[in-house]
């Protein structure tokens, strides 16, 4: 994680180099008018002789003010452009990492955590590098600028009187900081878990509605409101505090020089417009030691996010090189499976036990089983969502952990079973944001999952934009426009994950049927609960508890009177009262 931050900052170091010399150009500007100010009261003595000075003088301060403006102008673009753009090139590789985690470290985070890592983690880093660069370099040029001058055109003793209330300010807020650490990393915490609560609460918004559970949501969601509530004012409280005491510090810094200011200017050691100048000069200190509490409290917040941040790039990626060292391979389809046993990390029961399985490029295979038995799993094993032991899994005869994982994705296309819709239009839901493809072949691939006349009576048709997860579409419309994308890419094996479930048993044929000619030379996998979606397979498997009971055609396995008979004869019973209509 640190390196990711230095390396984003090297992008703009020739920015950032322009905007230190700028700040300090601005620091150095700024003690010019306590000097102007200075010599002004000191000419105000003999008003007569002394009027062309002043008004010189005063021309002098107009022109320096106009110069401090152009020079803040320029400095606050550098700064804007260096914090928004380091935010930005964060964020993207963030998202980059995440797409690159293995499947178990991802299904591990809540979404409402990931939300908060591109909101509010990576908003403290942004702020605090921000800060550093423009208040912290201000605070020590101020220091450097300011001092010097203080020491050199008015009086050494005095100066010193004066910096001893700022160094007892900065012991305290040394002391103080502690405890702003320990009430933001609780804060953090809480706005997490409200964050967490709010995703899940929208995610299952319709299972709210139908159990009318929407007091006893409400109900949870003040009680976490409340707890964010207490955390940030404590937050507040102790941000306060370290505010307060700087107050009294500077309280006491104008105190001291008022008070050994004026014994100086009575004994003639400096002049009244030297001690304007001077107490001009300690204006100066104002801003940037008032920065002090914020900037540490805000460093803080950036370590705790820092420190949550770096969990995530700790955490192993998957190999999966860019596109510009992608090299293209096509995969025959030739799959074997040898005595393959897998488990989920942290689980102890198997989910797969000796798993063995042939099957040849061309074929249809059908997969059915009971909810749980391992169907699943399997193809996400198939396409290496998790680890794979060595020497299980084999396409083509290589081990499909000497394949690169790009490759393997490539050729495989793997239509899921909770048919996912990102809130987009149609055309990249269907073709996934590549620009491969033309309209027509988009509109092609609609026709062949029977959901083009569904997408033509849509207001734009195939680029109409629907809602979140597709909530615009039926169930069925959801699962024709996932299965578009099987039709569209052109892979070698074909993988659908109970994709059918939504359909009418006649639509379900008329897309096996498409299927079909899709799948020609192609090796197709069809996972289903039901007889009706795999019983034209070449081959059929059955699962049962992770293991494989049986095996074979559709016919040969009614005759064996084993458990697909037993789905047969079910859905073959359940199916007789819709004839019957």
């Not at 900037?295 to 949550?308: D, E, G, P, T, V």
């Not at 609609?446 to 997408?455: C, E, L, N």
């Amino acid at each position: 994680m640190k390196k990711i931050i230095i390396d984003t900052l090297k992008k703009y170091k020739f920015r950032m180099a322009l905007q230190i010399i700028f700040i300090a150009l601005n620091i150095y500007l700024l003690t010019y008018p306590p000097k102007i100010i200075g010599k002004i009261v000191d000419l105000l003595y003999d008003l007569d002789s002394n009027k062309q000075n002043i008004l010189n003088s005063t021309y002098y301060l107009i022109g320096i003010c106009v110069i401090l403006l152009v020079v803040r102008v320029i400095w606050k673009y550098f700064e804007t452009n260096i914090s928004r753009g380091f935010e930005r090139d964060l964020k993207v590789d963030i998202f980059k990492r995440f797409l690159k985690l293995k499947l178990k470290d991802i299904q591990s985070i809540k979404n409402g955590e990931i939300m908060s890592y591109f909101v509010k983690d990576v908003n403290e880093i942004r702020s605090t590098v921000y800060r550093i660069l423009s208040h912290g370099m201000r605070f020590i040029f101020t220091f450097i600028i300011a001092m010097s001058q203080m020491i050199r055109d008015v009086n050494l003793y005095l100066t010193i009187s004066v910096m001893i209330p700022i160094m007892i300010g900065g012991y305290l807020v040394v002391k103080i900081k502690k405890y702003v650490e320990r009430s933001f990393k609780k804060s953090q915490d809480m706005f997490t878990q409200m964050s967490e609560y709010i995703q899940e609460s929208t995610d299952s918004i319709r299972t709210t509605k139908a159990y009318a559970c929407e007091g006893e949501q409400l109900k949870e969601f003040i009680r976490k409101n409340k707890r964010v509530f207490q955390s940030d004012n404590t937050v507040d409280i102790f941000s306060a505090l370290l505010k307060l005491c700087l107050n009294i510090c500077f309280g006491l810094c104008f105190a001291i020089s008022l008070l050994f200011g004026s014994k100086l200017v009575l004994e003639g050691k400096i002049t009244v417009g030297e001690l304007v100048t001077f107490n001009g000069y300690i204006t100066l200190f104002v801003g940037p030691v008032s920065w002090l509490p914020p900037l540490i409290a805000r460093f803080k917040r950036a370590q705790i996010s820092y420190k949550r941040l770096e969990k995530i790039y700790e955490l192993e990626l998957e190999k999966i090189n860019t596109k510009d060292t992608f090299i293209e391979e096509k995969l025959e389809g030739n799959i074997i499976i040898k005595n393959l046993t897998f488990n989920y990390p942290g689980t102890i029961d198997g989910v797969l036990q000796d798993i063995d399985l042939n099957i040849k490029k061309g074929e249809t295979i059908g997969i059915i089983g009971t909810i749980g038995s391992g169907k699943t799993t399997l193809m996400n094993l198939l396409i290496r969502l998790y680890s794979v032991p060595n020497g299980k899994i084999f396409i083509d005869g290589k081990d499909i952990n000497e394949i690169p994982i790009e490759v393997l994705r490539d050729n495989i296309c793997y239509i899921t079973q909770d048919n996912f819709l990102f809130s987009t239009s149609l055309k990249e839901n269907i073709n996934l944001f590549k620009d491969d493809y033309k309209e027509d072949e988009i509109y092609e691939s609609t026709k062949k999952a029977i959901v083009y006349d569904d997408i033509k009576k849509m207001p734009k048709e195939i680029n109409t934009v629907i809602g979140e997860r597709g909530g615009d579409l039926s169930g069925g419309q959801k699962q024709r426009v996932a299965i578009s994308r099987a039709f569209l890419k052109n892979s070698t094996i074909l993988v659908f994950d109970d994709t059918f479930s939504a359909l009418d048993n006649r639509t379900s044929e008329k897309l096996i049927e498409n299927i079909k000619y899709l799948s020609d030379g192609k090796t197709c996998i069809i996972i289903s609960n039901k007889v009706s979606d795999v019983k034209y397979s070449d081959k059929i498997i059955v699962l049962s508890n992770g293991k494989i009971v049986e095996s074979g055609t559709h016919e040969k396995l009614i005759e064996n009177n084993g458990i697909y008979n037993e789905f047969y004869k079910q859905q073959s019973t359940k199916a007789e009262p819709s004839f019957l209509v």
